[in-house]
T-cell receptor
């Protein structure tokens, strides 16, 4: 089944404890992206990647890191999480970088930082 | 300036009626794509419909249609014959042409409730 998977689905952690949220897609998509969703703010793009080893900042990259060493994986790293990073996070992928390609979303990761 | 604006935080519609969800966008790129996604209470994001900036016809997908008015920079979603299962959050999104970095921009969403 074609899908985007994220792990973990739920995570409660403490301020400053490094964490990684994994994202993997099995559709051979070139483009991958991370979003955070907050009430009243919609989805905001954190980072995106147009291909292996090619990443770029979205609108809210501060406090996050990403890497794209393999085409299928695009982990999101929070080196020192803070409470304002409590949010619902989505990973997404699309076939390519053309304007017509919709994104396929993972199920989301609900992160709470205390 | 906001790239995508959805001015209706919440909407109600009677079952079997049609409803229009508003979306306006801001871009100077002549090449862009517009998308609508549905997010039910279970949380997943579901792609509904797409409109390209060069498309002459309004996009349609089953009960969903996109009312694309390029000069007004609006891309409203029309849901015909609403069903209870249409109750969800709806997001409008835009992807600009490659010369501007390939970001996706989402609006703040509209919560639709279908009343029996």
């Amino acid at each position: 089944e074609a899908q985007v998977t994220q792990n973990p689905r739920y995570l409660i952690t403490v301020t400053g404890k490094k964490l990684t949220v994994t994202c993997s897609q099995n559709m051979n998509h070139e483009y991958m992206s991370w979003y955070r969703q907050d009430p009243g703010l919609g989805l905001r793009q954190i980072y995106y990647s147009m291909n292996v080893e090619v990443t770029d900042k979205g609108d809210v990259p501060e406090g996050y890191k990403v890497s794209r060493k393999e085409k299928r994986n695009f982990p999101l790293i929070l080196e020192s999480p803070s409470p304002n990073q409590t949010s619902l996070y989505f990973c997404a992928s699309s076939v390519g970088t053309g304007i017509g390609y919709e994104q396929y979303f993972g199920p989301g990761t609900r992160l709470t930082v205390t | 300036a906001q790239k995508i604006t959805q001015t209706q935080p919440g909407m109600f519609v009677q079952e079997k009626e049609a409803v229009t969800l508003d979306c306006t966008y801001d871009t100077s790129d002549p090449s862009y794509g517009l998308f609508w996604y549905k997010q039910p209470s279970s949380g997943e994001m579901i792609f509904l419909i797409y409109q390209g900036s060069y498309d002459q016809q309004n996009a349609t997908e089953g009960r969903y249609s996109l009312n694309f008015q390029k000069a007004r920079k609006s891309a409203n979603l029309v849901i015909s014959a609403s069903q209870l299962g249409d109750s969800a959050m709806y997001f409008c999104a835009m992807r600009e042409g490659s010369n501007t970095g390939n970001q996706f921009y989402f609006g703040t969403g509209t919560s639709l409730t279908v009343i029996p």
